[in-house]
């Protein structure tokens, strides 16, 4: 029996579609050692979500799912999607069921961090003195912008042509909200934020600008802020990527930019995140951890896809959620000497380098935490 002391974490899992089954079971072989260490008691419960739950009930998310994801302490996702379901009526494609689970979660921070592993820098499609100790930290605006505004829509016009309509649009109040966990987070890290938009073109973008200025110069002058053009943010990831601490942007940009941020790191299977919503009066705060990477169908059902960025979600789930810091650097240790020992995933290996499996990799970190603790 655990001592009454261990935390009891209460996870809804969603693995989703794709290789979500195969790397959600890879990280739960890590959960059951964290367990079984007596640091923490998971109480688990799975669902569906994605394409997964289409096919069992004619939605990609159900409102009974959606409860349970508020009501546990934390979600951890896989990945939804793949081409069995593209021809689905918008409403009820895979991506509109994780996309309900933030609005209606209102997760509006999605932190992406960017961290190059000593042992992967050449592994990245960039020179690896560019991306050597690369830390930076993505903090995406998850709840609004043109994923949301209205109207949207396609129509026909009287001349029988059609038009497609998106709108972006932003708040005041959903600027700043975002921008507060941008500038606490450069507090806990160098002290530096980027903010980006193109407030050359949108007016969203100029809102934008004006409401982070403000706020860092009345509550955050300890950090410094600069602006950047998405384009040419786009343009300086490449260049100089470690020009960057914290990068804080809009809903699309920061999809984009997150994306390609990820190959910095060597592979789009590296990349965890955490979504984050506001805390409530008792401290709860909503949150969803998930890889950044997609359900990549190509590879799906192999056992060969990289479980790292989901395990790595996991080790931001005991961090952020729990405050289980000690842990959280335990995990991110063992995947780091897992790494430098040469274990790999297809995706990270380089030419002729031996590869193993999904499984294989999540066994490796488990027998690390064993070795480390
Ligand atoms: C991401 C994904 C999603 C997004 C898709 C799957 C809806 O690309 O989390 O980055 O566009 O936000
Ligand atoms: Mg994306």
């Known amino acids: 029996m655990p001592a009454s002391s261990t ?32 640091r923490m008691r998971f109480n688990i419960t799975e669902g569906l979500v994605g394409g997964a739950s289409y096919e069992a009930h004619k939605t990609p998310l159900t409102d009974a799912t959606l409860a349970a994801a508020k009501a546990a302490d934390a979600v951890l996702l896989a990945c939804i999607g793949g081409p069995k379901w593209d021809q689905l009526p918008y409403d009820v494609r895979p991506e509109r069921g994780l996309l309900r689970l933030r609005k209606e979660m209102v997760l509006f921070a999605n ?56 709108t972006q649009v932003y708040t005041t109040g959903e600027i700043q909200r975002v921008a507060r966990v941008a500038f606490e987070l450069a507090r806990k890290r160098n002290r530096r934020v980027c903010s980006v938009e193109k407030a050359n073109v949108m007016e969203s973008g100029v809102l934008w600008r004006e409401e982070v200025t ?76 998930e890889p950044v990477h997609g359900s990549a169908p190509d590879i799906a059902g192999k056992g060969i896809a990289n479980p790292l960025a989901m395990i790595l979600s996991l080790a931001m789930m005991l961090r952020y959620s729990f405050s289980l810091a000690a842990d959280a650097d335990l ?22 380098q031996t590869t193993v499996g999904t499984a294989a990799m999540a066994d490796a970190v488990v027998k690390e935490l064993g070795r480390l603790s």
């Open 214 to 289: 403000k706020m860092g110069a009345a509550e955050f002058p300890d950090v410094e802020l600069s602006h950047m053009y998405a384009d040419n943010c786009a343009m300086q990831l490449l260049r100089r990527p470690k020009q960057f601490d914290v990068i804080v942007t809009d809903n699309l940009f920061g999809d984009i930019l997150s994306d390609m941020a990820s190959m910095l790191t060597g592979s789009l299977g590296m990349l965890p995140s955490a979504s984050l919503g506001a805390k409530d009066a008792h401290g709860k705060q909503m949150a969803l951890y």
């Open 7 to 38: 935390p009891v974490l209460n996870i809804l899992t969603l693995a989703g579609d794709g290789i979500g089954p195969e790397v959600m079971a890879g990280t739960r072989r890590v959960m059951d050692w964290f367990q079984s260490s007596g």
């Open 111 to 166: 932190l992406r961090p960017a961290i190059v592993f000593e042992a992967l820098a050449d592994a990245s499609t960039l020179k690896s003195e560019l991306v050597a100790g690369l830390d930076i930290m993505i903090l995406r605006e998850l709840t609004g912008g043109i994923y949301f505004g209205e109207p949207r829509g396609i129509e026909t016009l009287p001349d029988g042509s059609r038009r497609g309509i998106n």
């Open 331 to 352: 995990l991110e240790g063992a995947v780091k000497n897992v790494l430098a020992a040469g274990v790999r995933t297809a995706d990270i290996a380089a030419p002729g």
